[in-house]
């Protein structure tokens, strides 16, 4: 199925909309500026990168590596899904028994 001009256009700008994020974030984060960053403009990314990786992961029925490889520390991860797991009011145990039914 080919894409629509507006959604290739639509494909388009999220690329440059990410590129330009993700350095203007890294500049932000290497030094140490976060405090900068409005609570609502990380919750943004969060959730719109989490929405199209999971519906990515479901519409084309496969897994793929959700970060950048080598790019977050094992404590980054950790806070990202504790802070996650309480937004959508879900504890350990209940993503342990999602996960170990989850096809790999």
Same mark, same amino acid.
């Given at each position: 199925?080919?894409?629509?001009?507006?959604? !290739? !256009?639509?494909?388009?700008?999220?690329?440059?909309?990410? +590129?330009?994020?993700?350095?203007? !974030?890294?500049?932000?984060?290497?030094?140490?500026?976060?405090?900068?960053?409005?609570?609502?403009?990380?919750?943004?990314?969060?959730?719109?990168? =989490?929405?199209?990786? !999971?519906?990515?992961?479901?519409?084309?029925?496969? +897994?793929?590596?959700?970060?950048?490889?080598?790019?977050?520390?094992? =404590?980054?991860?950790?806070?990202?899904?504790?802070?996650?797991?309480?937004?959508? +009011?879900?504890?350990?145990?209940?993503?342990?028994?999602?996960?170990?039914?989850?096809?790999?």
């Amino acid at each position: 199925m080919s894409s629509s001009k507006p959604e !290739a !256009a639509a494909v388009q700008r999220l690329e440059d909309a990410v +590129n330009t994020a993700f350095a203007a !974030a890294s500049e932000l984060l290497a030094k140490d500026a976060t405090a900068a960053v409005s609570d609502d403009v990380v919750q943004r990314l969060l959730t719109v990168g =989490t929405k199209l990786y !999971a519906r990515k992961a479901e519409l084309e029925r496969r +897994n793929f590596e959700p970060l950048v490889p080598q790019s977050i520390t094992a =404590t980054d991860a950790v806070t990202v899904m504790s802070g996650m797991l309480d937004s959508v +009011n879900l504890t350990t145990f209940d993503l342990s028994m999602w996960v170990d039914g989850r096809p790999r």
